[in-house]
């Protein structure tokens, strides 16, 4: 807890190393030289960053309590570059270790540690579908990710509606993730890892956005709950407007739509995750709705705040309370369809 509030961290993230996989993965893909491609910057700055990757779920708790986080959702690492591998079966593999491994590491604390099930989407929506339903299923996901590149295909392509179809109908929740990687290296052409981490998350979240609300998704699918997620929400206010103006002009480029974007945008069933210390946020409920902004730590990552995440949005004296309440408790909860009850501070469901 912090400030009398309960925490729920909506996208922290597990480092899955390579073991996690080759002590999972079927005999024949096992003895590969590496199992993710890779952009191959150097993240960690030759270990000087290293102190901040967890090595076990226990050490991760032990950094819950210090940062003040009650319940954590967790997203992969390695598996956020998922849509790099073309290989159809070899893709299905990696997502089937990875959920595997992750609940066996959730383990440990079911209350407090909450996992988010790979799909391989960008090769076999038929696949994505039985992986889903295994993980939520079987395995206690509690929502699943989608990485917002794809090598031939936007997020929202046709192909994958079958797969929105079945997550809408199971009630399970979709968040949009990129990998902070080179994706965008066509266009940007960047030569630093500056350049091409600063061209990742929020141009990737810009286009999946784009991607999702023209396309109608959201019309077809009414029960369908989306987040847009480590992007800040600075951006939100703006290209909803900017998404109306375009729109007003070409309205038969989006046939689906019965309403202006924004208003899709805010209907309840798109989330978005904030930075602990964005000034944008004190306006963004102006225009986008205080019940769907969501808190995200990123730990263990390189440019996360651990352990000053919690602090540096619930210490703000610019964000009423009430807004707080909603960030870290209230709207995560709604999101990832789970009812958390918070007794003595620790929460249970």
Request: hydrophobic residues 40%; contains cysteine.
């Amino acid at each position: 807890m912090k400030n009398g509030l309960v925490i729920i961290d909506a996208d922290g993230h597990a480092v899955d190393y390579e073991s996690v996989y080759r002590d999972r993965l079927p005999a024949q893909y096992r003895q590969r030289s590496s199992i993710f491609p890779s952009d191959n910057f150097d993240r960690s700055q030759n270990g000087k960053l290293s102190a901040k990757r967890p090595k076990n779920a226990a050490r991760n708790l032990a950094d819950n309590d210090l940062e003040g986080i009650d319940l954590q959702i967790i997203y992969p690492t390695g598996g956020l570059f998922l849509s790099r591998v073309r290989e159809r079966d070899y893709a299905i593999a990696l997502a089937r270790a990875y959920n595997e491994w992750i609940a066996e590491w959730c383990a440990i604390d079911r209350k407090r540690l909450k996992a988010v099930a790979l799909v391989p989407l960008h090769v076999d929506a038929k696949a994505a579908i039985a992986e889903m339903e295994r993980a939520v299923g079987r395995l206690g996901a509690v929502a699943v990710m989608v990485n917002t590149f794809d090598r031939d295909r936007n997020v929202a392509h046709p192909d994958f509606w079958p797969f929105y179809e079945e997550c809408a109908r199971a009630g399970v929740a979709v968040a949009f993730h990129a990998s902070g990687s080179n994706t965008l290296d066509p266009l940007s052409h960047s030569e630093t890892f500056l350049e091409t981490h600063t061209l990742s998350h929020v141009p990737e979240q810009l286009i999946a956005c784009t991607a999702v609300i023209y396309s109608g998704l959201l019309e077809k699918y009414r029960d369908l709950r989306v987040a847009f997620l480590e992007a800040g929400i600075g951006w939100v206010p703006f290209w909803m407007e900017h998404m109306d103006e375009e729109y007003e002009l070409r309205p038969f480029d989006a046939p689906l739509l019965k309403g202006k974007p924004s208003e899709y945008m805010a209907c309840g069933r798109v989330f978005v995750s904030c930075e602990p210390e964005e000034k944008t946020l004190c306006y963004v409920p102006e225009f986008f709705p205080a019940d769907n902004i969501l808190f995200a730590s990123d730990y263990p990552h390189w440019d996360g705040q651990f352990p000053h995440a919690v602090e540096r949005l619930a210490d703000r004296d610019d964000i009423p309370g009430a807004l707080k309440q909603k960030i870290f408790f209230d709207n995560p909860q709604r999101f990832y369809g789970m009812t958390v009850e918070a007794r003595g501070g620790a929460p249970r469901g």
